[in-house]
């Protein structure tokens, strides 16, 4: 049936772009034509609805949320052509990718504890999928990715002269940013007024001038969590705290104690425990990163350019540009 209506859409008689029964009944609508090949709206579907169950599952903001469905329903079926084109890239270059794939399942099993291959089949039927069904999406997968090394990934070659230039040329990238260790007070607002905090916090600055350690004041008069970790705020790079906190901690030598400051939360009281300044690692340890950021850059690059190249070359036609519209 499959090799009938591609044979009438490539002669132009294709006009409802839907598969017809013998008695002429709609048994599947068709969303796009790749060469030989065809997505149905019920492909589309299942991938949309795989897709949006994995968003769901990130728990992300609500704003995020909206901004990823967005860009599903704008660029899925394009992502299926593509797919579609690789794999068929992948069958003409009768690429084996079977040792391959019995090594990722095996690596698969151990790093998950399972000790056999119905332990992994029963993982995977809990998550609604049949091992059939994730199996054949596991091998295309793997046949994609061959494709890519096969026609992209092993032509790429880095120059030592061009390692050691990215990394000259662009040191922010490789420089460990200014580290701060940190101990807190903590005062929360809510349920306080301006007094009871007032109150609280001379008491704070009466005992730390009385020359009780600050990890112990912070033990016995700060709020939650800060109570219970005895102050122990963490560690963070410059431009992980909060901007109000992270000026006040801006201007301590290791050892100070700041002064108090009201964040929307309540107060803090900062102790700079540890400063680590910001430093270029040398070109040795950044090395191998230089190198990533390199080949992945050209990797995107070449990888663009050859898909862009094997759709141009192939017969691909979106009969259903927006497949979930009526």
């Given at each position: 049936m499959k090799k009938i209506i591609i044979g009438l859409v490539l002669a132009g008689m294709l006009g409802s772009a839907a598969v017809f029964?013998?008695?002429?009944?709609?048994?599947?609508?068709?969303?796009?034509?790749?060469?030989?090949?065809?997505?149905?709206?019920?492909?589309?579907?299942?991938?949309?609805d795989q897709t949006v169950a994995q968003l769901r599952a990130a728990q992300m903001p609500q704003e995020e949320y909206d901004k990823q469905y967005a860009t599903i329903k704008k660029e899925l079926l394009n992502a299926m052509i593509t797919e579609l084109l690789l794999l068929q890239k992948a069958r003409e270059l009768n690429l084996n990718v079977s040792d391959?794939?019995?090594?990722?399942?095996?690596?698969?099993?151990t790093d998950n504890n399972m000790t056999s291959d119905a332990d992994l089949r029963r993982a995977?039927?809990?998550?609604?999928?049949?091992?059939?069904?994730?199996?054949?999406q596991y091998e295309e997968g793997m046949m994609r990715m061959a494709v890519i090394y096969t026609e992209v990934e092993r032509a790429i070659v880095l120059e030592d002269s061009e390692v050691v230039?990215?990394?000259?040329?662009?040191?922010?990238?490789?420089?460990?940013?200014?580290?701060?260790?940190?101990?807190?007070?903590?005062l929360a607002s809510e349920g306080r007024t301006p007094e009871e905090c007032e109150a609280l916090k001379a008491a704070v600055d009466a005992k730390l001038k009385s020359g009780a350690a600050f990890a112990d004041v912070a033990g016995e008069l700060s709020d939650p969590p800060m109570k219970e970790?005895?102050?122990?705020?963490?560690?963070?790079?410059?431009?992980?705290?909060?901007?109000?906190?992270?000026?006040?901690?801006?201007?301590?030598?290791?050892?100070?104690?700041?002064?108090?400051?009201?964040?929307?939360?309540?107060?803090?009281?900062?102790?700079?425990?540890?400063?680590?300044?910001?430093?270029?690692?040398?070109?040795?340890?950044?090395?191998?990163?230089?190198?990533?950021?390199?080949?992945?850059?050209?990797?995107?690059?070449?990888?663009?350019?050859?898909?862009?190249?094997?759709?141009?070359?192939?017969?691909?036609?979106i009969l259903k540009p927006d497949p979930l519209e009526r």
């Open positions: 029964g013998g008695g002429q009944e709609v048994v599947e609508e068709i969303v796009a034509v790749v060469n030989d090949d065809i997505i149905t709206l019920s492909d589309y579907r299942t991938q949309f391959q794939v019995k090594a990722r399942i095996e690596q698969i099993k995977i039927e809990q998550q609604g999928m049949t091992y059939e069904t994730w199996f054949k230039q990215y990394y000259k040329k662009n040191p922010a990238e490789f420089t460990t940013p200014t580290e701060y260790k940190l101990l807190a007070v903590y970790s005895k102050g122990d705020l963490g560690t963070f790079k410059a431009g992980e705290l909060d901007k109000s906190l992270e000026s006040a901690v801006e201007k301590l030598k290791t050892g100070e104690v700041g002064v108090w400051v009201n964040n929307k939360n309540g107060w803090y009281l900062i102790n700079l425990v540890e400063k680590k300044d910001s430093h270029l690692r040398p070109f040795e340890d950044a090395r191998k990163e230089v190198e990533e950021k390199i080949y992945n850059g050209k990797r995107a690059e070449k990888e663009g350019a050859y898909i862009k190249t094997l759709r141009e070359r192939s017969y691909v036609r």
